[in-house]
């Protein structure tokens, strides 16, 4: 069972069909919305501060997400992505958008609605990533726009899929 912990009188609320791995934590001031999927090792510290997630959030194995003290938050959108060890830390990502794996998005980083975080990207603290962009590189840099109907079809197919895959976990 994952271990959900309440800390400084907050208890993280979670939502109406969410799959929590065996080995996932998340601690304090989160909230999670429905038809979400929180994998294997990933860590939700919403102790220092808020921590949101919309609907069909799928945050990957290993992924961590956490906050500044008193200084900033993380707040995802619906249908975001967050790839496997990704670290999203107070930053804000809007709806469909897709974090690669290993991607590092820091404090007051803004990305946009369905932009994508190449795999292994550094976005600094602050960043604003344009709407349907794809950001690549340490640190991450503009790399080029993508069609909306496109991205938004890849970045929902794979919220959706994850949906999908949390489903086999609810079989057992």
């Given at each position: 069972m994952a271990i959900i912990k309440s800390v400084r009188g907050f208890t993280p609320e979670i939502g109406d069909?969410?799959?929590?791995?065996?080995?996932?934590?998340?601690?304090?001031?989160?909230?999670?919305g429905k038809d979400c999927s929180i994998w294997y090792g990933a860590v939700l510290r919403g102790d220092v501060n808020s921590?949101?997630?919309?609907?069909?959030?799928?945050?990957?194995?290993?992924?961590?997400?956490h906050t500044l003290y008193e200084k900033s938050v993380s707040i995802l959108g619906n249908d975001v992505s967050v790839g496997h060890n990704a670290i999203i830390h107070g930053a804000k990502i809007e709806n469909g958008a897709?974090?690669?794996?290993?991607?590092?998005?820091?404090?007051?980083a803004m990305v946009?609605?369905?932009a994508i975080i190449a795999a292994g990207a550094l976005v600094l603290s602050g960043t604003q990533v344009?709407?349907?962009?794809?950001y690549?590189?340490?640190?991450?840099?503009?790399?080029?726009?993508?069609?909306?109907?496109?991205?938004?079809?890849?970045?929902?197919?794979?919220?959706?899929?994850?949906?999908?895959?949390?489903?086999?976990y609810n079989e057992l």
């Open positions: 069909n969410t799959f929590l791995a065996e080995t996932a934590v998340v601690i304090g001031d989160v909230v999670i921590i949101r997630l919309g609907n069909r959030v799928n945050v990957q194995d290993g992924a961590v997400i897709l974090i690669g794996m290993g991607a590092i998005v820091l404090d007051h946009g609605e369905g344009e709407p349907g962009s794809i690549a590189g340490v640190p991450a840099k503009f790399v080029k726009k993508v069609d909306p109907g496109q991205s938004k079809e890849i970045n929902q197919k794979i919220a959706a899929n994850y949906l999908m895959y949390s489903s086999w």
